[in-house]
């Protein structure tokens, strides 16, 4: 079945610094999105890309999908504590009923 | 907008209960509802899809009989953990999409459903 890698598991970083994270996947997809999830909560829509090369932004969060519908990427500018929390992409397919998988997550810790 | 309500938040009962789950799109209408299932520090792995006035699809490997969904209305669907017993122990969110024609509309997801089997 489709599979999406997600990278990096686990990022420690300072406050105030810039964070990246990144999937990629063997088939291509339609959509991709970008969820956030703390403990105990579902995950909560950030950004959603439905056109291979777009780019776009969330206050402090830029996605993009890649141009190949492969891959794409999260970048989050200056964090701030509340970005605490494991992050997801996801990949949605027409076929389906547009059903996502989800990448493995990213787990952001945010030192003070 | 794009409001999912899930209830129960947690649920705690005995082995052999049979717990049900419900999952509310509170301010739009979702022809699809999706169930999910997440083990402790692991991803989102799709059971199913609820489509209203329809049987659900369910995922490879998920046991139709033992998770009963049931999508009577476009704003409400049901899961029902039938018998339980403690491997069923999870974390279960629902997801609803926007029913908006054709156009892409993502997925909104519930809080989720603490499921703790004594």
């Known amino acids: 079945g489709q599979q999406l890698n997600q990278s990096p598991q686990s990022m420690f970083i300072q406050e105030g610094e810039d964070v990246s994270m990144n999937c990629t996947s063997s088939?291509?997809?339609?959509?991709w999105l970008w969820y956030k999830q703390d403990p105990g909560e579902g995950p909560v829509l950030l950004i959603a890309?439905?056109?291979?090369?777009e780019l776009t932004s969330n206050g402090r969060l830029t996605a993009q999908f890649g141009i190949t519908r492969k891959d794409s990427f999260l970048n989050i500018s200056a964090s701030i504590p509340s970005d605490v929390g494991i992050y997801f992409c996801a990949g949605g397919s027409i076929q389906g009923a547009q059903k996502l998988v989800f990448g493995q997550g990213t787990r952001l810790t945010i030192n003070p | 907008g794009a409001v999912v309500s899930q209830h129960p938040s947690r649920v705690i009962c005995k082995s052999g209960t049979s717990v049900k789950i419900e999952c509310r799109s509170l301010?739009?209408?979702?022809?699809?509802m999706f169930w999910y299932r997440q083990f402790p520090k692991q991803s989102l792995m799709l059971m199913a899809t609820?489509?209203?006035?329809?049987?659900?699809?369910?995922e490879q490997g998920v046991e139709k009989d033992k998770f009963l969904i049931n999508h009577a209305s476009l704003t409400l669907s049901t899961l029902t953990v039938t018998s339980a017993h403690p491997e069923d122990s999870s974390f279960y969110i629902c997801?609803?999409?926007?029913?908006?024609?054709?156009?892409?509309?993502?997925?909104?997801f519930g809080d989720g459903t603490r499921l703790s089997i004594l």
């Open positions: 609820s489509n209203e006035g329809s049987k659900a699809t369910y």
């Open positions: 088939s291509i997809f339609n959509t």
């Open positions: 997801s609803a999409r926007v029913r908006r024609g054709l156009s892409n509309q993502p997925q909104h």
């Open positions: 301010d739009f209408q979702a022809t699809t």
């Open positions: 890309l439905y056109k291979a090369g």
